[in-house]
């Protein structure tokens, strides 16, 4: 005998906390659909992004290092799945839907394009003129148009609440437009949580992959707070820095991390007295946050990050390059339209001739645009 969805959703009354959101409770999807038996509305969004086309590129879209440089650094895949991993988390122990969590977190960077951050400038700045391009944006157009798997509707017919998700999304560097979702209401809690678990993933992450790398080393972190309570919890005595020792550095600042959070957070929830997520998201800030030790202690590590290891030569001289292929392969198309693929092409008459070239080049992988760049403009290469 297995588990209907009605039972789904009744364990979801009874255990969720009464501002966490209940599938039943869903202002549902843009298309009318039924639901499966035994799937909740927030399994089977989360289901539809785990099997797109965008989320498989992940897997080659940069993270801080470019594919070709390792194959043990991060990926844009990899920062997701991790991403979503801690959300679920917090989401648990705050009484939080993990499912809705899930999905949000699966599908917040689906519209990331090649070269990270570096390749986002480019396009922005390149569709200046022509709508702009910001990969929260991005994202929710995979979900609502771009992705074509079902016959009678484009894109994933998700449920309100996995879209407002996506398009609340914010973080240090992406800064939200939710114009046509309540944009005067917070995000609900699962939003927060994913764009705090955004954050918490990236920093932990970097400076583990910056530590590998070697573009970090201990003696730089010293006088670093956050680094020097890591270091005493886990009672490393320093000289040379091997894998499991970085491991478990690592798996310490993601522990006090996720502690502090949750704990700041639900003292927040109860001084609040937030019964609801209507009150949740009415409130004037957000619930989700660390507590102002913890918050220093991230600005001094996200500041040391940024001087250390996101300005690093390397690092920039990639985010040089990412800007000229970019750019060029844009430029290239825009001024000859026929060396896109007809696919592409067909699309032009139905969203103009930059946007189409805009959604070909952010649904790129890393490795796939440079292919494309050398066979457009390396005359030894076969077209």
């Given at each position: 005998m297995?588990?209907?969805r009605?039972?789904?959703e009744?364990n979801?009354?009874?255990?969720?906390?009464?501002?966490?959101?209940?599938?039943?409770?869903?202002?549902?999807r843009?298309?009318?659909?039924?639901?499966?038996?035994y799937?909740?509305?927030?399994?089977?969004?989360?289901d539809?992004?785990?099997?797109?086309?965008a989320?498989?590129?992940?897997?080659?879209?940069t993270?801080v290092?470019?594919?070709?440089?390792?194959?043990?650094?991060?990926?844009?895949?990899?920062?997701?799945?991790?991403?979503?991993?801690?959300?679920?988390?917090?989401?648990?122990?705050?009484?939080a839907?993990?499912?809705?969590?899930?999905?949000?977190?699966l599908?917040?960077?689906?519209?990331?394009?090649p070269?990270?951050?570096?390749?986002?400038?480019a396009?922005?700045?390149?569709?200046?003129?022509?709508?702009?391009?910001d990969?929260n944006?991005?994202?929710?157009r995979?979900?609502?148009?771009?992705?074509?798997r079902?016959?009678?509707f484009?894109?994933l017919?998700?449920?309100?609440?996995?879209?407002?998700?996506i398009v609340?999304?914010?973080?240090?560097?992406?800064?939200?437009?939710?114009s046509?979702?309540?944009?005067?209401?917070?995000?609900?809690?699962?939003?927060?949580?994913?764009?705090?678990?955004?954050?918490?993933?990236?920093?932990?992450?970097d400076?583990d992959?910056?530590?590998?790398?070697?573009?970090?080393?201990?003696?730089?972190?010293?006088?670093?707070?956050?680094?020097?309570?890591?270091v005493?919890?886990?009672?490393?005595?320093?000289?040379?820095?091997?894998?499991?020792?970085?491991?478990?550095l690592?798996?310490?600042?993601?522990?006090?991390?996720?502690?502090d959070?949750?704990?700041?957070?639900?003292?927040?929830l109860?001084?609040?007295?937030?019964?609801?997520?209507?009150?949740?998201q009415?409130?004037?800030f957000?619930?989700i946050?660390?507590?102002?030790?913890?918050?220093?202690?991230?600005?001094?590590?996200?500041d040391?990050?940024y001087?250390?290891?996101?300005?690093?030569?390397?690092?920039?001289?990639?985010?040089?390059?990412a800007?000229?292929?970019?750019?060029?392969?844009f430029?290239?198309y825009?001024s000859?339209?026929?060396?896109?693929p007809?696919?592409?092409q067909?699309?032009?008459?139905?969203?103009?001739?930059?946007?189409?070239?805009?959604?070909?080049i952010?649904?790129?992988?890393?490795r796939?645009?440079?292919q494309?760049y050398?066979?457009?403009?390396?005359?030894?290469?076969?077209p």
């Amino acid at each position: 005998m297995y588990t209907k969805r009605e039972q789904l959703e009744a364990n979801e009354e009874q255990n969720l906390a009464p501002y966490g959101l209940k599938s039943a409770a869903t202002r549902g999807r843009f298309f009318p659909e039924d639901e499966p038996e035994y799937r909740t509305a927030f399994q089977r969004d989360r289901d539809r992004i785990l099997h797109t086309t965008a989320f498989r590129r992940l897997e080659y879209k940069t993270q801080v290092f470019i594919i070709h440089e390792g194959d043990y650094y991060r990926t844009r895949l990899t920062h997701t799945l991790e991403v979503a991993q801690i959300a679920r988390t917090i989401a648990r122990a705050l009484g939080a839907n993990e499912d809705l969590e899930e999905a949000i977190c699966l599908a917040h960077d689906l519209g990331h394009s090649p070269f990270g951050h570096s390749g986002e400038a480019a396009l922005s700045r390149l569709m200046r003129d022509y709508g702009g391009f910001d990969h929260n944006k991005q994202s929710l157009r995979i979900v609502t148009e771009i992705e074509k798997r079902y016959p009678d509707f484009p894109g994933l017919n998700l449920t309100w609440e996995v879209r407002e998700g996506i398009v609340k999304h914010e973080s240090e560097y992406d800064i939200s437009d939710a114009s046509d979702y309540n944009p005067d209401l917070r995000g609900h809690l699962e939003a927060q949580i994913a764009n705090a678990a955004d954050e918490l993933a990236y920093t932990a992450h970097d400076l583990d992959d910056g530590l590998r790398s070697g573009m970090v080393n201990p003696q730089m972190l010293e006088g670093i707070t956050l680094w020097e309570i890591m270091v005493e919890s886990v009672g490393w005595r320093g000289g040379q820095l091997d894998d499991l020792a970085r491991h478990r550095l690592i798996r310490r600042l993601i522990g006090l991390e996720v502690s502090d959070l949750v704990a700041t957070t639900d003292q927040c929830l109860r001084e609040n007295s937030v019964r609801s997520v209507e009150e949740l998201q009415q409130l004037p800030f957000n619930v989700i946050g660390f507590s102002e030790d913890m918050y220093r202690r991230n600005r001094q590590m996200k500041d040391f990050l940024y001087a250390n290891m996101y300005r690093h030569h390397r690092v920039v001289r990639m985010a040089v390059k990412a800007e000229r292929i970019i750019s060029d392969l844009f430029n290239g198309y825009q001024s000859e339209p026929e060396m896109l693929p007809q696919h592409v092409q067909d699309l032009v008459d139905a969203h103009g001739l930059e946007r189409t070239i805009c959604d070909y080049i952010a649904g790129m992988t890393d490795r796939f645009a440079l292919q494309e760049y050398n066979k457009l403009f390396d005359p030894t290469s076969l077209p």
